[in-house]
């Protein structure tokens, strides 16, 4: 069982930066492969970003490739979100998540994650 607690999110404006934060509780963390998801008002849940254990591969959603970076600490048992050049379309509530699969494999589909953080909300004003 793995319990996520995020840290970060704001309100800001267009071209600024933010940083999420997502401490990961319980054993294990390096054998998660992790994510990011986001949800705008009246929209699904969509895909952001999601790193491998050991953080050496990435992949992005093609709108915010570019702009936002995941990152991993697995000593500290957190993934990063480090997000620069916001725009308003970035304005959502950010979930962060984690697969508890046996592969390590990068998915952009909710289905593959098994547990959820909280959502924060961050607001990106033009």
């Known amino acids: 069982q793995v319990q996520l607690v995020k840290s970060g999110g704001g309100l800001v404006q267009a071209g600024a930066s933010l940083r999420l934060s997502c401490a990961a509780s319980?054993?294990?963390?390096?054998?998660?492969?992790m994510g990011w998801f986001r949800q705008a008002p009246g929209m699904e849940r969509e895909f952001v970003s999601t790193?491998?254990?050991?953080?050496?591969?990435?992949y992005y959603a093609d709108s915010v490739k570019g702009r936002f970076t995941i990152s991993r600490d697995n000593a500290k048992n957190t993934v990063y979100l480090q997000m620069n050049s916001l725009k308003p379309e970035d304005t959502a509530v950010y979930y962060c998540?984690?697969?508890?699969?046996?592969?390590?494999?990068?998915?952009?589909?909710?289905?593959?994650?098994?547990?959820w953080g909280q959502g924060t909300q961050v607001t990106v004003s033009s």
């Open positions: 790193v491998s254990w050991s953080g050496g591969r990435t």
């Open positions: 998540a984690a697969s508890g699969s046996v592969r390590d494999v990068l998915s952009p589909a909710r289905r593959y994650y098994d547990y």
């Open positions: 319980g054993r294990s963390f390096s054998s998660y492969v």
